[in-house]
């Protein structure tokens, strides 16, 4: 019963591939979210995702795009992988409008993506 | 551009021992802030959650404060324990739904 889960949990690719990485919510929350958590440990937002719409897109390359089927799944396509994409990959996930919405956000357990 | 500073950057404490630590954010229009535990290896644990208008939030051994005015924010941890040991972060959210979180401070509890 996990709120919040992504497949894979490991992904080790070449450069120049094409790569995807899978997020779920059982939580019937209609918000969701790609961060990025570097070398350092910093965690930064990338993508934000209302009812299937993109909300926020920070500065990302393009090589990134995001695609929401439904409200409770986010995936992250990721092309022409570069070395400075290995990072870790965590979606979130909120309720943002209505009397349930409390703006707390849940995470997933990462992804942690290698590219050699 | 919100920044979120957390100080110290890493703190070692014998089991046992009260402990504070210090999330400072340069925005004061924030909508809520959030702190989260997360183990090597692994994803976040939202641990409390205080709305701009409350001043602290508590549950169990942790209670968090927030000044929003001051642009701070502390988590205390009271009788800390080995299970404790993790790198604990600070998110504030200005404006709508995302979070800019801070770099963390990792805590080791010693038996």
């Known amino acids: 019963d996990t709120a919040v889960s992504q497949t894979p949990k490991y992904l080790v690719t070449q450069m120049g591939n094409d790569k995807s990485i899978k997020c779920e919510q059982n939580?019937?929350?209609?918000?969701m979210y790609w961060y990025k958590q570097d070398s350092k440990k910093f965690l930064k937002i990338m993508f934000s995702?209302?009812?299937?719409?993109?909300?926020i897109n920070e500065t990302v390359p393009n090589r990134f795009s995001p695609k929401s089927p439904d409200k409770a799944h986010l995936n992250l396509h990721i092309n022409s992988l570069e070395l400075g994409d290995s990072a870790v990959y965590f979606c979130a996930s909120s309720q943002e409008a209505g009397l349930g919405g409390s703006y707390e956000q849940y995470f997933g357990p990462g992804t942690r993506l290698t590219v050699t | 551009k919100q920044e979120v500073t957390q100080i110290p950057a890493a703190l070692s404490v014998p089991e046992g021992e009260n402990l504070v630590l210090n999330c400072s954010f340069t925005?004061?229009?924030?909508?809520?802030l959030q702190w989260f535990r997360q183990d090597p290896g692994k994803g976040l644990t939202s641990l409390l959650l205080i709305q701009s208008s409350q001043r602290e939030q508590t549950s169990g051994r942790l209670n968090a404060s927030l000044d929003k005015s001051s642009g701070r924010s502390t988590l205390y941890i009271a009788a800390s324990q080995p299970g404790d040991s993790a790198t604990y972060l600070c998110?504030?959210?200005?404006?709508?739904?995302?979070?800019?979180f801070g770099k963390g401070t990792m805590l080791l509890v010693s038996p």
């Open positions: 925005d004061s229009a924030i909508y809520n």
């Open positions: 939580l019937g929350h209609d918000t």
């Open positions: 998110a504030v959210r200005l404006g709508y739904s995302t979070l800019t």
């Open positions: 995702y209302n009812n299937k719409e993109l909300i």
